[in-house]
Nanobody, 128 residues
Framework: VQLQASGGGSVQAGGSLRLSCVAS????????AGWFRQAPGREREFVAR????????YYADSVKGRSTISRDNNKNTAYPQMNSLKPEDTAVYYC??????????????????????WGQGTLVTVSS
């Protein structure tokens, strides 16, 4: 599976962006999809995750209430809608896919280590 992220750009605080992650290969429809971000000088952090069937979504506290992740398996695409953007949302955003959909521990749903495939990043810059 190859992943292609897009939709990044420069916006002012309070604005919105809809990122996209397009996957090659039909298997993507059976994988969980996730988004992570990495700001300059900081470690990569979890943003959101969605189960293969569109259910069971997970969000980082930092974006909860401002972000909605969805997917369209007919288009092999996952979308995080980012609203009410803040300067601290500035980062390179990466999409990822996880072949395993269920875990015994909730920790695994938000950690990067479980994801098997990664796309290149798309830069989001939020100005104040």
């Amino acid at each position: 599976v190859q992943l292609q992220a897009s939709g990044g750009g420069s916006v002012q605080a309070g604005g919105s962006l809809r990122l996209s992650c397009v996957a090659s290969g039909r298997a993507f429809g059976t994988y969980a999809a996730g988004w992570f971000r990495q700001a300059p000088g900081r470690e990569r952090e979890f943003v959101a995750r969605i189960r293969w069937n569109g259910g069971n979504t997970y969000y980082a506290d930092s974006v909860k209430g401002r972000s909605t992740i969805s997917r369209d398996n007919n288009k092999n695409t996952a979308y995080p809608q980012m609203n009410s953007l803040k300067p601290e949302d500035t980062a390179v955003y990466y999409c990822a896919a996880d072949r395993q959909t269920d875990y015994s521990s909730s920790y695994h749903y938000t950690t990067a280590d479980v994801f098997d495939y990664w796309g290149q990043g798309t830069l989001v810059t939020v100005s104040s």
